[in-house]
T-cell receptor
Framework: KQEVTQIPAALSVPEGENLVLNCSFT??????LQWFRQDPGKGLTSLLL?????REQTSGRLNASLDKSSGRSTLYIAASQPGDSATYLC???????????FGSGTQLTVLP | DGGITQSPKYLFRKEGQNVTLSCEQN?????MYWYRQDPGQGLRLIYY???????QKGDIAEGYSVSREKKESFPLTVTSAQKNPTAFYLC????????????FGPGTRLTVL
């Protein structure tokens, strides 16, 4: 059974810092990996989607990498801003139904 | 505007009652999903549907039921058999095939009184 782990569970950084969020998964037979952002009491916003054949994806200040063989992904946020404060969730797509298995998230606080 | 809508935003239920959560999408997506989120936890899959009139159980389907009579709609019923229904419920949709990025609605918070 696929398991997804996100470390750290919470992270607090001063504004302007570059930071890395980690995601690991136990079964490397994935179709893709998605990073999401969730604000308190809200739904999920898709940030980046990495196909299993890709190594990384970039969108603005965000860069996500995927190492499928080792079961790891990282989300790099450059020049963090207070508006980046949210919970970041990682999810992998597996199985014939391509269902998503989620990690528990990293709660990020960027201090002004 | 294209997107996924969920209603109501907040729902209160007495023990023993069934309630139905609405999910509608106008993205012309074939696949739709229901997830449950508990505090401090990731999302868990309840049910999914890849085509009209067909749906499959996810990891935690007990106490829930769904229907998929129209492509745009995938309502979720929380029955009285669900022992701990208080949670945040999220609906998602995606196109079919490889690379099926999932898009989420704003969620419904269900509280059992």
């Amino acid at each position: 059974k696929q398991e997804v782990t996100q470390i750290p569970a919470a992270l607090s950084v001063p504004e302007g810092e570059n930071l890395v969020l980690n995601c690991s998964f136990t079964d490397s037979a994935i179709y893709n990996l998605q990073w999401f952002r969730q604000d308190p009491g809200k739904g999920l916003t898709s940030l980046l989607l990495i196909q299993s054949s890709q190594r990384e994806q970039t969108s603005g200040r965000l860069n996500a990498s995927l190492d499928k063989s080792s079961g790891r992904s990282t989300l790099y946020i450059a020049a963090s801003q207070p508006g980046d404060s949210a919970t970041y969730l990682c999810a992998v797509s597996t199985g014939s139904a391509r269902q998503l298995t989620f990690g528990s998230g990293t709660q990020l606080t960027v201090l002004p | 505007d294209g997107g996924i809508t969920q209603s109501p935003k907040y729902l209160f239920r007495k023990e023993g009652q069934n309630v139905t959560l609405s999910c509608e999408q106008n993205l012309n997506h074939d696949a739709m999903y229901w997830y449950r989120q508990d505090p401090g936890q990731g999302l868990r899959l309840i049910y999914y549907s890849h085509i009209v009139n067909d749906f499959q159980k996810g990891d935690i389907a007990e106490g829930y039921s769904v229907s998929r009579e129209k492509k745009e709609s995938f309502p979720l019923t929380v029955t009285s058999a669900q022992k701990n229904p208080t949670a945040f419920y999220l609906c998602a949709s995606s196109i079919q095939g490889i690379g099926n990025e999932q898009f989420f609605g704003p969620g419904t918070r269900l509280t059992v009184l």
